[in-house]
């Protein structure tokens, strides 16, 4: 079985060298590769939770420098810290309560039968309940928290014992974490058809969409009103220079839909006409601002202008706890001249030889766009819609604020 530099290096050569396409694929390697790295971290009995936190933070690290373009990388990386911290904590919880259920049966010597089994329940789901640790401490008054969870044990207890609880609870600890990634990558991996059962509540029969770039998640959604019998036209921009509405339009036909494909100069002319506007995007900021293929801040501006509703459908995977201002969030993507022009024709002008007379032409060629949040009327993920000032509660459900600045702890 090859080790964990093994596999983080080669998956860091792919990601580098562009070899993984997509979020949600990126996503799902990512997961599957932070999977691997858990189940093969060897723990030691005593803390093994921040040992694995550190295992894991500094692997995700190395993830980041490799694309930091694919922001779903770094979410990823912080979901599967959010979850050893969950699953830390709900061991810390179990552990507690053991504790508490024995020195109640030291304090009192016999059980009392007169308490209210209804009460005792919800007291034990008060405290099981996993909002943060400052809470679970509120409701134990008068009692100490163990120095270390992982290391007590009753006095009784011998040696032996004491030594198999800590490897018992450790083994725990791995096989919860795996289990929730497994349920991660599940998620990643049906968030198109979950989005998609969301489309016939907002594709109505005869309306017109506007849709711009190739997005699976829009497609499966246009697609999924249409096979619930929802007869409308969607008019599709060819998002220039790489012309993706084409294949986009092409596939939509082949599925049955009536597509119009128009010039991205066309679009606000076109706006008028449209009833709504359903798009994907490559990442949902916290913010609720997102980051699309390049001319779809043109799109929202025209439809803004219209009143037309502008619609984003993207997986939770998408979701990054990163402002647009913070420095480590990378937004855009350079991509080659040779999209725009071809060399060979323009050569005379890109020239930087010795004739300084020479006319230059220089070639920008963005790869995104960034949408205010201001421009989005709804974001559709595969755990429902929500409105973009709604982001900072899906991240405070999803990530751990501890989490939110990898580079900067690793600089630390």
Do not use: W
């Not at 014992?161 to 497994?182: P, Y």
């Not at 990558?185 to 594709?203: G, R, W």
């Not at 096979?227 to 790489?242: I, T, Y």
């Amino acid at each position: 079985m090859p080790d964990i530099e093994v596999l983080v290096n080669d998956f860091v050569a792919k990601l580098s060298k562009r070899k993984v396409e997509g979020s949600q694929a990126t996503a799902r390697l990512t997961a599957e590769l932070l999977r691997s790295v858990v189940s093969l971290q060897r723990l030691p009995p005593i803390n093994p939770a921040a040992v694995l936190i550190e295992a894991v933070r500094d692997i995700g690290v190395k993830l980041i420098a490799a694309n930091p373009v694919e922001l779903a990388v770094g979410n990823i990386v912080r979901r599967v810290l959010h979850i050893i911290r969950e699953e830390d904590l709900s061991l810390l919880a179990s552990k507690t309560g053991d504790l508490d259920l024995s020195a109640a049966s030291d304090d009192e010597g016999t059980i009392n039968h007169d308490c209210d089994p209804i009460q005792s329940a919800a007291a034990a789901k008060s405290f099981l309940r996993p909002p943060s640790l400052h809470a679970l401490l509120e409701n134990m008054p008068d009692k100490a928290l163990p120095s270390n969870i992982y290391t007590s044990s009753s006095g009784g207890d011998s040696e032996e014992k004491s030594k198999a609880d800590k490897l018992a609870r450790t083994r725990k600890l791995k096989h919860d974490v795996i289990e929730a990634i497994n349920i991660l990558i599940e998620d990643i991996d049906t968030c198109h058809e979950l989005i998609a059962e969301q489309a016939v509540e907002h594709i109505h029969q005869n309306e017109v969409i506007l849709t711009l770039g190739s997005s699976r998640t829009a497609l499966e959604f246009l697609c999924a009103a249409k096979e619930r019998k929802r007869s409308f036209r969607v008019v599709v921009a060819e998002g220039a220079p790489r012309y993706q509405g084409h294949a986009l339009a092409k596939e939509l036909v082949g599925r049955g839909l009536q597509a119009t494909v128009v010039t991205d100069s066309a679009i606000f002319a076109m706006i008028s006409r449209v009833n709504m506007v359903i798009v994907g995007v490559h990442a949902m900021m916290a913010n609720g601002g997102v980051i699309a293929p390049v001319g779809m801040n043109m799109v929202a501006l025209a439809a803004q202008k219209h009143a037309v509703p502008f619609v984003v459908v993207a997986g939770i995977h998408k979701l990054c706890p990163s402002y647009p201002h913070n420095p480590e969030a990378c937004l855009n993507d350079m991509r080659s001249p040779a999209e725009l022009l071809e060399f060979g024709q323009f050569s005379n002008c890109m020239d930087f030889g010795m004739d300084s007379r020479a006319p230059l032409v220089q070639v920008v060629n963005p790869g995104f766009d960034y949408v205010l949040p201001e421009l989005v009327s709804l974001l559709i993920t595969d755990i429902g819609g929500h409105n973009p000032s709604y982001m900072y509660r899906l991240i405070s459900d999803y990530y751990s604020a501890d989490d939110f600045d990898l580079q900067g702890k690793q600089r630390k």
